[in-house]
Nanobody, 118 residues
């Protein structure tokens, strides 16, 4: 059974940076596609970025060029580096495992709040 725990969220000013972390446990972390999703108030959960087993990355258009997804399989850790943050990036961010390039798998973390505001 895979379990995921996110950390690193918080309040940041526009233009600032944050790095989210996702700590995994259980078997298979290194072979699953890692995804980061976000959900803003009154909006549907959406893909932010994904990183497949073979190293292929995928980013949604709103974050392309600003966010970077990465992972450390030996430590069972996933990361999302977020630069040049905007107020519209405010959301709860979720780590996901086991999905595909564009769709989530069944393993979710509990989420971490990111608020971008001056």
């Amino acid at each position: 059974q895979v379990q995921l725990v996110e950390s690193g969220g918080g309040l940041v000013q526009p233009g600032g940076s944050l790095t989210l972390s996702c700590a995994g446990s259980g078997a298979g972390f290194d072979v699953y596609t890692l995804g980061w999703y976000r959900q803003a108030p009154e909006k549907q959960r959406e893909l932010v970025a994904s990183l497949a087993f073979g190293g292929m990355t995928n980013y949604s258009d709103p974050v392309k060029g600003r966010f970077t997804i990465s992972r450390d399989n030996a430590r069972k850790m996933g990361y999302l580096r977020m630069n040049s943050l905007k107020p519209e990036d405010t959301a709860v961010y979720y780590c996901n495992l086991g999905g595909t390039t564009w769709n989530p798998g069944r393993y979710w973390g509990q989420g971490t709040q990111v608020t971008v505001s001056s």
